[in-house]
């Protein structure tokens, strides 16, 4: 029996990391806490790329773009949606989860999913280093192991 298994490492390995400017106060920790991961695993400042959108609706095309492209071995989408006293929280969420998945399935390329949904920002903050942990960091590891994974099959 064969058993194969990501590595987390990210030597020698081209990543793309697209955040989402609403919300910067959340977003901004979670590429801290992405970029100190990744460089503790062995990424190199040189291959990667940071692409700021307006938002997380907008951050579907960039990922869309950067995998059909194929020059990145993965891509951390990086952001926070916090629910308002409107439906258009659930609409965000629902479909940059959708948009991100299809991009990755269509493609071929990982992509990470570092967005945090929170009811309130507090809660978003909590996420993105305080007593939570940095999910940007969660998501980093997740990438790099699927990464290593894809490259292996």
């Known amino acids: 029996m064969r058993e194969f298994k990501g590595r987390v490492s990210a030597e020698g390995k081209r990543v793309a990391i697209v955040v989402s400017r609403f919300n910067e106060a959340v977003s901004a ?3 801290e806490g992405a970029l100190d991961t990744l460089r503790r695993h062995g990424a190199s ?3 990667i790329d940071i692409y700021w959108t307006p938002g997380s609706w907008e951050m579907t095309l960039v990922v869309k773009l950067l995998a059909e492209r194929g020059k990145y071995d993965g891509i ?6 916090v ?6 929280f659930d609409f965000i969420a629902s479909e940059t989860a959708k948009g991100l ?3 990755m399935l269509d493609h071929g390329v990982p992509v990470a999913f570092g967005v945090i949904t929170a009811d ?3 809660q978003a903050l909590d996420r993105a280093g305080g007593k939570a942990g940095n999910k940007g ?6 990438l790099m192991e699927m990464m290593n994974l894809v490259s292996e099959i």
Request: net charge negative.
């Open 76 to 81: 951390l989408a990086l952001g926070a949606i």
């Open 137 to 142: 960091s969660v998501a980093a590891e997740a």
């Open 120 to 122: 309130t920002m507090d």
């Open 101 to 103: 998945a299809r991009a």
């Open 29 to 31: 920790r979670l590429l």
């Open 83 to 88: 629910r308002g006293e409107t439906p258009h």
């Open 45 to 47: 400042d040189e291959l």
